[in-house]
């Protein structure tokens, strides 16, 4: 199937500080991908949908200058998480979607980036 | 309140079990996936059901696609401890992934 990468796996950063994550579909072009937000125990919450050369759409109650989208190329979506608090540690996962497979359109995840904000 | 339900959130069985997972909506979807997660991971995908009443199988898993698609069952024969994981479903309302919505997932443990 196709392959999603996230970079970093994991990072830990000072409260105020900004961290970029990346996502890259690396066998298929992705006009679309999303990025999804799980909390412990919890299921994933779609923050937001970026598209490749427009602006991301932003799910209601997520903040978009405090998560900065750009779907800059058909294989990469960045998300930045702008002055990170504690509170925004989380685990964050994109996803892209894959229009040319055996089946149709499908969804393709990444294995997430796990932020911890001291 | 959830859009899609998933049931039972906790299982606990002995390798060579079998088992059923849920996922039910009130809503219409026009497609609807399972994912596996695993802890620290993303979530890799299983199946995608499409036509009401669809069943696809992948070795020892069943997928049943209800009929009024509104619904849809993971069964799992004969389980082993490799088959532990969070199981999520995700459903497609509009067509297209323009927003997949998911379960708050199974978390499944096989005991050898």
């Known amino acids: 199937g196709a392959v999603v990468s996230q970079h970093p796996s994991r990072v830990i950063c000072k409260s105020g500080t900004s961290v970029k994550i990346e996502c890259r579909s690396l066998?298929?072009?992705?006009?679309?991908m999303f990025w999804y937000r799980q909390f412990p125990k919890k299921s994933l919450m779609l923050m937001a949908t970026s598209n490749e050369g427009s602006k991301a759409t932003y799910e209601q109650g997520v903040e978009k200058d405090k998560f900065l989208i750009n779907h800059a190329s058909l294989t990469l979506s960045t998300l930045t998480v702008t002055s990170a608090h504690p509170e925004d540690s989380s685990f964050y996962i994109c996803?892209?979607?894959?229009?040319?497979?055996?089946?149709?359109?499908?969804?393709?995840f990444g294995p997430g980036t796990r932020l911890l904000v001291l | 309140t959830q859009l899609l339900e998933q049931s039972p959130q906790f299982l606990s069985i002995q390798e060579g079990e079998n088992l059923t997972v849920y996922c039910n909506s009130s809503?219409?979807?026009?497609?609807l996936q399972w994912y596996r997660q695993e802890p620290g991971e993303g979530p890799v995908l299983l199946v995608t059901v499409v036509t009401g009443g669809e069943v696809k199988k992948l070795k020892r898993l069943t997928f049943q696609f209800g009929d009024a698609r509104k619904d849809s069952s993971l069964h799992i024969t004969a389980a082993q401890p490799g088959d532990t994981g969070l199981y999520l479903c995700?459903?497609?309302?509009?067509?297209?992934?323009?927003?997949?919505?998911f379960g708050i997932g199974t978390k499944l443990q096989v005991i050898p």
């Open positions: 996803s892209a979607r894959d229009l040319t497979g055996e089946i149709g359109e499908t969804q393709y």
């Open positions: 066998d298929f072009q992705a006009t679309t």
């Open positions: 809503s219409v979807f026009s497609s």
């Open positions: 995700a459903g497609d309302l509009t067509g297209g992934y323009q927003k997949v919505t």
